[in-house]
């Protein structure tokens, strides 16, 4: 079974930055064939796409987090990146990544159902 685990939350305050990371394992697959994912849920609310990276790096983005966020990938080390900038409190959320066993993203990427592994989770907290 893939395990993806997520790393890197954390409590900030308005404005600031954070990167957060998701170290994949047990692959059955090369890890650049995965398509790789983030969302988020923030509390009381459903879990929602926030980007998106193919095996070779085309990448998409949900509008809320356009121009802050950044999803990077390295396949060499199997591991997803999200750097996050000029953060707000609205972005307060537990962040999950999800892979799906294909390189080339779906492009209805911000669908739950696309994915066929998850990690744990990592919580971001911003205050204002």
């Known amino acids: 079974q893939v395990r993806l685990v997520e790393s890197g939350g954390g409590e900030v305050q308005a404005g600031g930055s954070l990167r957060l990371s998701c170290a994949a394992s047990?692959?059955?697959?090369?890890?650049?064939?995965?398509?790789m994912a983030w969302f988020r849920q923030a509390p009381g609310k459903e879990r929602e796409g926030v980007a998106v990276i193919d095996g070779v790096g085309g990448t998409n983005y949900a509008d809320s987090v356009k121009g802050r966020f950044t999803i990077s990938r390295d396949n060499s080390r199997k591991t997803l990146y999200l750097q996050m900038n000029s953060l707000q409190p609205e972005d307060t959320a537990m962040y999950y990544c999800?892979?799906?066993?294909?390189?080339?993203?779906?492009?209805?990427?911000?669908?739950?159902?696309?994915?066929?592994?998850w990690g744990q989770g990592t919580q971001v907290t911003v205050s204002s």
């Open positions: 999800a892979a799906a066993r294909y390189a080339y993203c779906s492009g209805s990427w911000w669908i739950q159902d696309e994915y066929n592994y």
């Open positions: 047990r692959l059955i697959n090369s890890y650049s064939r995965y398509c």
